[in-house]
């Protein structure tokens, strides 16, 4: 079981960086699949990026692959989405979701959510 909780989420200019973070209060972290996904002007959550519990398989969406690069720390129960690059397009709530099974890019079977953080990009 956990519970997740997304930071980082702030105004950011286009062309500019920033870090997202998702903590994670259970104990057996590293035994689920994370990702990260996006909720813009529609009600759906479109799929960003995910992360094995090893951290060692990763998956993007085509539209931020080569600008975004998720990592985990197991240690410290926590996943990161580093953005770079930002795009007015990118501007959205970013939701941390975890799930135990293979890396998957849908939001069909992801057990558990956090509330997301929000990601604004300006010109």
């Given amino acids: 079981q956990l519970q997740l909780v997304e930071s980082g989420g702030a105004l950011v200019q286009a062309g500019g960086s920033l870090r997202l973070s998702c903590a994670a209060s259970g104990r057996t972290f590293s035994s689920f699949t994370m990702g990260w996904f996006r909720q813009g002007a529609g ?3 479109h799929f960003v990026a995910t992360i094995s519990g090893s951290g060692s398989n990763t998956a993007y969406a085509d539209f931020v692959q080569g600008r975004f690069t998720i990592s985990r720390d197991n240690a410290e129960n926590t996943v990161y989405l580093q953005m ?3 795009q007015l ?3 959205g709530v970013y939701y941390c979701a975890a799930w135990d099974g293979p890396l998957q890019t849908i939001t069909f079977g992801t057990d ?3 509330k997301g953080t ?3 990009v300006s010109s």
């Fill in 43 to 45: 009600k759906e959550r």
């Fill in 89 to 91: 397009e990118d501007t």
């Fill in 118 to 120: 929000l990601v604004t």
């Fill in 112 to 114: 558990y959510w956090g």
């Fill in 84 to 86: 770079n690059s930002l």
